[in-house]
């Protein structure tokens, strides 16, 4: 029988909804213990013609509210122990991976990942209001040649960074080790320095050689 839970109106009983992701269907499945995935379970959603899609959260998980909703096939989204999450994760695509790390806390984050994948270091600190995406979500082509000019490209956030207010990583961003983004900034490309400041639109290289503490 398939699980119900209040919310949006079911046909027939309008106080109930169907629950897409607590239907073993198509290989999808949802992995976590503890009261934090548990809640997680109640938020996640497989839609349309997906299959053989997984969500896995490791253990005391915390969230004051996530949604995660995946479309496509052989999709993985990973979360890591120890981890206080909430906002969206958004994951559309085929064989792609989102993956946050260790002891990490976000909140209000958004993530899409569409054609190309997220990944997230241990000890990040993810400020309210950050965008993270890896894709213009329409075409843009070359007139002339037809071909396309913004292609999806893979966001990769290393270990102990600290993503301040509304800032946002677009595609093909990389943020290495212990850097620092700053408030509304907006990340474009991959930058090879630690322990930076990354600030501005588009961001540069603020201040070398710094460390910060939560």
């Given at each position: 029988?398939?699980?119900?839970?209040?919310?949006?109106?079911?046909?027939?009983?309008?106080r109930?909804?169907?629950h897409?992701?607590?239907?073993?269907r198509r290989?999808?499945?949802?992995?976590?213990?503890?009261?934090?995935?548990?809640?997680?379970?109640?938020?996640?959603?497989?839609?349309?013609?997906?299959?053989?899609?997984?969500?896995?959260?490791?253990r005391?998980?915390?969230?004051?509210?996530?949604?995660?909703?995946?479309?496509?096939?052989?999709?993985?989204?990973?979360?890591?122990?120890?981890v206080s999450f909430?906002?969206?994760i958004?994951?559309?695509g085929?064989?792609l991976?989102?993956?946050?790390?260790?002891?990490?806390?976000?909140k209000?984050?958004?993530?899409?990942a569409?054609?190309a994948?997220?990944?997230?270091g241990?000890?990040?600190?993810?400020?309210?209001?950050v965008?993270?995406?890896?894709?213009d979500?329409?075409?843009?082509?070359d007139?002339?040649g037809?071909?396309r000019?913004?292609?999806?490209?893979?966001?990769?956030?290393?270990t102990?960074?600290w993503?301040?207010?509304?800032?946002?990583?677009?595609?093909?961003?990389g943020?290495p080790?212990?850097?620092?983004?700053?408030?509304?900034?907006?990340?474009?490309?991959?930058f090879?320095?630690?322990?930076?400041v990354?600030?501005?639109?588009?961001?540069?290289?603020?201040?070398?050689?710094?460390?910060?503490?939560?």
């Amino acid at each position: 029988m398939a699980s119900v839970r209040p919310g949006l109106p079911r046909p027939g009983r309008p106080r109930w909804i169907y629950h897409p992701a607590l239907i073993p269907r198509r290989g999808n499945r949802f992995e976590g213990r503890g009261l934090g995935a548990a809640w997680l379970r109640l938020t996640t959603l497989f839609y349309g013609p997906s299959s053989d899609n997984l969500v896995k959260v490791g253990r005391k998980f915390r969230t004051k509210g996530l949604v995660i909703t995946v479309a496509g096939a052989g999709n993985r989204v990973e979360i890591g122990d120890d981890v206080s999450f909430s906002g969206r994760i958004e994951v559309r695509g085929f064989g792609l991976t989102v993956k946050i790390g260790d002891r990490c806390d976000a909140k209000r984050t958004r993530i899409i990942a569409a054609d190309a994948g997220v990944g997230i270091g241990d000890d990040c600190l993810i400020a309210a209001g950050v965008h993270i995406r890896t894709s213009d979500m329409h075409v843009i082509v070359d007139r002339a040649g037809g071909e396309r000019v913004n292609p999806p490209r893979a966001v990769v956030v290393g270990t102990g960074v600290w993503i301040a207010g509304e800032a946002a990583l677009l595609k093909g961003a990389g943020v290495p080790d212990g850097c620092v983004v700053g408030f509304r900034s907006v990340v474009t490309q991959v930058f090879d320095e630690t322990d930076c400041v990354l600030a501005g639109v588009p961001a540069r290289v603020a201040r070398r050689g710094i460390a910060w503490t939560r």
